[in-house]
């Protein structure tokens, strides 16, 4: 060291070393020359984030979780559930999704009044189950309409108690917005804010079993649903919330998750 570069560093404290490892490229002759193996000093990727787990609401009948019940214990645990009919409560949940509530049992194939009004002690009511025709019809879309997400959140936030909604995939990427009372230029700088402030939330159903939550911010009701990789941010209007809107957001993101994901999936593919 020089005379300069000691009176350069005389006042200066002794720095601490940096305790990160340095990414250092070896020529292939070192590794020729000393037998090594390359691949021993390649940087490991990095394991894949494990996915949420799928949050499904329970369905309390008579002590038993109508969503999670296997065939053996509904027929253990209902003298009037025979195997066949319990193979198609578990086939339906399995194909078409969980119970909403007791009225949806009625999707079941061979689930009639009897057995209905045994399981429940309620009435049977016909035609009380929904589907996504059911879901379509009571946001307003015309018969034989193309559904798309924007006009799902632009419709969905027109229904009486919201403001707005806010749709997006697991990832963060918003697939729709729409915002009672702001503009499209507006809403496209809003929307993307919007989604990361509420991914803390997000990330709480996806530790829990909840498939919904709602909560205040800045003094208005919003509620979260998702749906394996959908969730819908509903915006409630002050002094308006109502369980009845909730399960709204429930069926929105249950029965069109299909028309959403299929958009998602386009949208990444065109940006490849």
């Given at each position: 060291?020089?005379?300069?570069?000691?009176?350069?560093?005389?006042?200066?404290?002794?720095?601490?070393?940096?305790?990160?490892?340095?990414?250092?490229?070896?020529?292939?002759?070192?590794?020729?020359?000393?037998?090594?193996?390359?691949?021993?000093?390649?940087?490991?990727?990095k394991?894949?984030?494990?996915?949420?787990?799928?949050?499904?609401?329970?369905?309390?009948?008579?002590?038993?979780?109508?969503?999670?019940?296997?065939?053996?214990?509904?027929?253990?645990?209902?003298?009037?559930?025979g195997?066949q009919?319990?193979?198609?409560?578990?086939?339906?949940?399995?194909?078409?999704?969980?119970?909403?509530?007791?009225?949806?049992l009625e999707?079941?194939?061979?689930?009639?009044?009897?057995?209905?009004?045994?399981?429940?002690?309620?009435?049977?009511?016909?035609?009380?189950?929904?589907?996504?025709?059911?879901?379509?019809?009571?946001?307003?879309?015309?018969?034989?309409?193309?559904?798309?997400?924007?006009?799902?959140?632009?419709?969905?936030?027109?229904?009486?108690?919201?403001?707005?909604c806010?749709?997006?995939?697991?990832?963060?990427?918003?697939?729709?917005?729409?915002?009672?009372?702001?503009?499209?230029?507006?809403?496209?700088?809003?929307?993307?804010?919007?989604?990361?402030?509420?991914?803390?939330?997000?990330?709480?159903?996806?530790?829990g079993?909840?498939d919904?939550?709602?909560?205040?911010?800045?003094?208005?009701?919003?509620?979260?649903?998702?749906?394996?990789?959908?969730?819908?941010?509903?915006?409630?209007?002050?002094?308006?919330?109502?369980?009845?809107?909730v399960?709204?957001?429930?069926?929105?993101?249950?029965?069109l998750?299909?028309?959403?994901?299929?958009?998602?999936?386009?949208?990444?593919?065109?940006?490849?």
């Amino acid at each position: 060291m020089s005379a300069q570069d000691q009176h350069d560093t005389a006042g200066e404290s002794p720095k601490q070393e940096e305790t990160a490892p340095q990414q250092i490229s070896l020529p292939p002759q070192f590794f020729a020359r000393h037998g090594v193996d390359p691949s021993e000093y390649a940087e490991k990727p990095k394991p894949p984030k494990p996915r949420a787990r799928t949050r499904v609401p329970p369905l309390l009948l008579k002590g038993v979780d109508m969503n999670r019940a296997t065939r053996e214990q509904l027929v253990s645990e209902f003298r009037y559930i025979g195997a066949q009919l319990a193979y198609q409560i578990v086939r339906e949940r399995e194909q078409h999704g969980p119970y909403l509530d007791v009225y949806d049992l009625e999707r079941v194939p061979g689930l009639g009044p009897k057995t209905f009004q045994k399981l429940t002690d309620l009435p049977w009511r016909e035609g009380a189950s929904v589907d996504a025709g059911d879901v379509i019809k009571t946001l307003g879309f015309p018969p034989g309409e193309k559904i798309k997400t924007a006009a799902v959140a632009q419709r969905f936030s027109e229904m009486p108690g919201f403001d707005g909604c806010v749709i997006v995939h697991e990832d963060g990427y918003v697939l729709a917005a729409h915002w009672n009372h702001l503009s499209r230029d507006a809403l496209g700088v809003f929307a993307p804010q919007f989604s990361k402030k509420l991914q803390p939330y997000v990330e709480k159903l996806q530790i829990g079993e909840l498939d919904s939550l709602t909560m205040c911010i800045s003094e208005r009701p919003i509620t979260l649903v998702q749906y394996k990789d959908i969730v819908l941010a509903a915006v409630h209007k002050p002094n308006r919330f109502s369980r009845r809107q909730v399960r709204l957001a429930q069926q929105v993101v249950r029965k069109l998750r299909h028309v959403m994901l299929g958009e998602y999936a386009a949208r990444i593919y065109n940006q490849m």
